[in-house]
Structure formats: structure tokens, C-alpha cells
């Protein structure tokens, strides 16, 4: 117990260094940099005229969510990877083929994925 | 107060920074960052409960995959422009649920007489011993959960594609 939660001392250490290093460029460059607001600064560039309607968004493509999905499929395909890397030498073959199985069945899945286009962007 | 404890509360006030910030952040993008936040922070209190698989599986899939689907999912609707979903006139009545319910929940944690070692000394459960459950005894799951996951890849593929065959034929 006390052993693992050595190991993750340096992982706490870094997250607090990068809060600090992040955080104290983002204040140092408010107390450095020269900072005005005004209304105009603040409306979207629309080539000199004043933009149409008053809520500016701008519409992400659909395209964008079938990625995430992808990588969200293999992000949790990834999850299973390590526990399986530390013990498939233990479990022996099954392990390795039951991987095998898994992984096939997901590359089925990319195959469709290919297969329809999703990986192409028209 | 051990460092252990102090570590703890770090962790845990992270978490409920985050959280508010998901409340009370105007804008839904900074929400769902401020998310990422707390379930970030979650991970740390599974780890100083000595469960790594747990904390991977966190920061793995919910602080990196489910969070990136909720911002899509933001910058795909309309969700940011319409002020009445973000703060409706029944945030009270909300705020009262809220309390009940946290309420209940730590009076059931508190006075519920765990099984095991559920109150008494952490032990961790070392990867291995979770491969070997996982590829030994639960094999035919696990390759179920593979069969889930293609069955979500193509439902979403099958929908989205209709979806933008919709758009291309309105345009």
C-alpha cells in the first residue's frame, strides 16, 4: 500500500508543477500584457461589416462525432490492453487468442467504418 | 493528519472545485472542462484507494473519452445558445433535490453496515490478479463487451450517416 502510493508522488508532484507552471503564465501575462476590452474587440471578424445575428456559432460538421465515437471504442479497446499485457504470459495461449478474438471483432468495426467512408473526408 | 489525509483532502477539494465549476460556469464548453477537472480528480482518490485499473479506466475513458464526446455532443446542438436550458426557472426546487439527495445518500453510506473490508484497511488488487479473473474466468464476457462495443461503432455510423445524407439532401 504504502509502496504504491510511493509511486505515485512523482505523479502527484507533476500535476502540481504543471498547475503552477500553467497557472503562473496565465497570471503573469495578465499583470504583463497590455489588456483593453471594448465591444467591438469582442464581436467576430465578419470583414468590416457588423456580423448578421447576435449569437455567433459556428456549426462543427457531423463528420467530427463519428471520430470521437471511433476513438472512444478504442480508448476503451486500449483499457482491456493493460491487464491483458500483464498476464497473458500467465494465462498462457487462451489469453493471447481471447486478445486475438477481441481485437478482430473491434478491426471489424474499423473495417465498416473504412468501408462506409467514414474515414474519408469528402 | 498523515500526509496520506492531507493528499486526501487536496484531492477531494479539487473534485468539488470541479464540480461546482461544471454547475456554475456560463458558458457549457468551460463546463465540461471544468468536468474533466473533477473526474480527474476522482482518479486521484482511486489511486490513494490503491486501485490502479480503476484510475485508468477514469482518466482513460472518462476524463479523455466521454468528455470529448460531451463537447462534441455541445458544439453539435444548439445547447449553448438557449440561456433557459442552462439556469430555468426551477433551479430552486433543483437545489433543494440536490440537498435531499446528497443527504440520503451520506446518511445511507454512513450508517450502512458494509460486507468485507469495506471499512476497515484498504487492499489492492494488483493487475494480475485482475487479468487472470478477467481472462480466465470471465473470457466469454469480455468478448461479449468487444461484440457491445461493434454494436455501438456501427449503430453510431448507421445514424450519423443518416443524419448527414438528411443534411446533404436539405442543401
Known sequence: MQVLLDNYVAVLLAGVIGFILVGSALIGSRLLAPYSSSRQKETSYECGMVPAAAPIRSQIHIRY???????????VEAVFLFPWAVTFLSVGKAAFYEMVLFIAVLGGGLAYAWKKGVLQWK | MTVAQGIFYLIAAL???GGLGVVLARNTVYAALFLILALLAVAGIYILLASEFLALV?????????????LFALMLTRVGDLEETMVGAQWPLAVVA????????????????????ADGMITRIPFETLGEALFRQWAVPFEIASLVLLIALVGAIVLARDEEGDVEEAE
Open chain 1, 65 to 75: 462525432y463519428l471520430f470521437a465515437i471511433l476513438f472512444l471504442i478504442f480508448d
Open chain 2, 15 to 17: 473534485a468539488v472545485a
Open chain 2, 58 to 70: 477514469q482518466v482513460l475513458i472518462y476524463a479523455g473519452a466521454i468528455t470529448v464526446l460531451l
Open chain 2, 98 to 117: 440536490s440537498i435531499l439527495l446528497v443527504g440520503l445518500l451520506i446518511t445511507t453510506i454512513a450508517t450502512s453496515d458494509w460486507p468485507g473490508d
